[in-house]
Nanobody
Framework: VQLQASGGGLVQAGDYLSLSCAASGRPFYMAVMGWFRQAPGREREFVVAGNTNSARTYYADSVKGRFTISRDNAKNTMYLQMNDLKPEDTAVYYC?????????????????????WGQGTQVTVSS
């Protein structure tokens, strides 16, 4: 299974970007899809996750109301729509999937629970 993230770029504060993450390879069940990010000098942090079984989505407080996760099953692709971008959103964004269901909200926040990762796409927001 390979995940290919794309859509990053350089934008100004208040602008929007839409990231994509296309999955390829052997068929797999995407129980959970998620996005994480890592800013320079900082640890990787959770951004958003969507649970296929429960249809619930979980957002980090810092992006709630601005970012939206979605998927297109026919295209095996997930998306991250990012609106009203802020300089503090600057980071490399990684998509990830888990084939096993995650039971707790906290489990969705933990990168170690995701088996497949994309290569990352840079998002830079200027002030």
């Amino acid at each position: 299974v390979q995940l290919q993230a794309s859509g990053g770029g350089l934008v100004q504060a208040g602008d929007y970007l839409s990231l994509s993450c296309a999955a390829s390879g052997r068929p797999f069940y995407m129980a959970v899809m998620g996005w994480f990010r890592q800013a320079p000098g900082r640890e990787r942090e959770f951004v958003v996750a969507g649970n296929t079984n429960s249809a619930r989505t979980y957002y980090a407080d810092s992006v709630k109301g601005r970012f939206t996760i979605s998927r297109d099953n026919a295209k095996n692709t997930m998306y991250l729509q990012m609106n009203d971008l802020k300089p503090e959103d600057t980071a490399v964004y990684y998509c990830a999937t888990a084939s096993r269901p995650l039971a707790s909200m906290r489990a969705h926040y933990t990168g170690a629970n995701y088996e497949h990762w994309g290569q990352g796409t840079q998002v830079t927001v200027s002030s």
